[in-house]
């Protein structure tokens, strides 16, 4: 009961994540047509009055790079992962450090 | 929530500019006061700020066929309160709108705006009315995250709603509800596993750090003694 108690967060996480996975299966399953598009490229196609987002009929105000393929998009948005990742690492591994020093 | 280049309008963009950079320079300022009187403030300004970097890159689907990101910065809105979330925010934007043409450079103030401070404030403003509350700091730290990251994508609507290029339908209150259906409804699950997956983390610096916690006045010492507890199952 103890044991329950102290990991009831990570037990949480788990749960959350596991119903999270079923509702994704489940609106896979009932909506065969979801692209599961970010809300940003449909509200972008919506303003564009194009379903294609990406085909910019919208002229940018300000000239911008875009990622020449979506493998490319992916590992720039593991890259910023990975960033956020390291600094997370970092701190958590130089506050085990202290604790490990006293 | 990231509003795209050109889409819209320039006086809009430039309104939301005027709003978003007077509070990145007082987050500069307030920044520079916290860690000049504390140096162990870095560590977790660190273990935010890089939630922020994490959680927004990661795209989730939701159980209406879409897929939406997580904001992350609730719990940087109770450690450091909106205008240091704001600068971390404007950071990571930047990063989106340079190299992944998520987000633009002329929007960049309104999604700064939205994801930055108002989301923020919202969550920040929870805090406070929570902080002496009996509720447990981990039901704190999920409801003000899950409020931080909903309220977001509200002001997204609001924004685009306003000052969109074209409108998406007739008027702007209209044009308020349609994108609150595109973005609001579809970030609710999502702001609930982030709420849950924040309250985990804030539970580890809780049992790692809780002294830094006591310092900067986030909780008392009395609340971190007592979630330290529950953490620990003693």
Redesign the interface.
């Known amino acids: 009961m103890?044991?329950a108690?102290?990991?009831n967060?990570?037990i949480?996480?788990v749960a959350?994540?596991i119903v999270?996975g079923i509702?994704?299966l489940?609106?896979s399953l009932i909506?065969k047509?979801?692209?599961?598009?970010?809300?940003?490229d449909?509200?972008?196609a919506?303003?564009?009055?194009s379903p294609n987002?990406s085909l910019q009929t919208?002229?940018?105000?300000?000239p911008?790079?875009?990622?020449p393929s979506t493998e490319i998009?992916s590992i720039?948005?593991?890259?910023?992962?990975a960033?956020?990742?390291?600094?997370?690492g970092?701190?958590?591994g130089?506050?085990?450090g202290?604790?490990k020093k006293v | 929530m990231h509003i795209m280049e050109g889409y819209l309008s320039p006086q809009w963009c430039i309104v939301w500019w005027i709003i978003a950079l007077p509070c990145i320079l007082f987050g500069i300022y307030r920044l520079k006061q916290i860690t000049n009187a504390d140096r162990e403030a870095l560590p977790l300004l660190g273990v935010t700020g890089g939630f922020i970097f994490f959680l927004s890159s990661l795209k989730l689907p939701t159980p209406f066929g879409s897929s939406s990101h997580p904001t992350g910065t609730g719990l940087s809105a109770i450690c450091f309160g909106p205008w240091i979330t704001s600068i971390v925010c404007a950071i990571v934007l930047l990063f989106q709108a340079l190299f992944l043409a998520h987000g633009g450079l002329s929007t960049l103030g309104a999604n700064t705006v939205s994801m930055g401070i108002i989301g923020p404030f919202v969550g920040y403003t929870i805090y406070r009315l929570l902080k002496n509350t009996s509720i447990s700091i981990y039901t704190t730290v999920f409801i003000v995250t899950a409020f931080a990251d909903v309220s977001t994508y509200i002001v997204t609507s609001f924004q685009l709603a306003l000052g969109a290029v074209q409108p998406a339908t007739g008027d702007i209150v209209s044009s308020f509800i349609w994108y609150l259906g595109i973005f609001a409804f579809a970030q609710i699950p999502i702001a609930i596993v982030e709420g849950i997956v924040l309250a985990l983390v804030f539970k580890y610096i809780v049992q790692l750090k809780p002294d830094i916690l006591i310092r900067l006045h986030i909780f008392s010492e009395e609340t971190i003694n007592t979630a330290k507890r529950d953490a620990d199952g003693s």
């Open positions: 103890q044991m108690r102290k990991y967060l990570e949480l996480v959350a994540i999270f509702l994704f489940y609106t909506m047509n979801a692209e599961f598009a970010g809300t940003d449909i509200a972008a919506k303003i564009s009055g987002a919208i002229k940018p105000l300000i911008q790079w875009v990622p998009e720039l948005f593991g890259l910023q992962a960033i956020g990742g390291m600094i997370i970092g701190a958590f130089y506050w085990i202290q604790k």
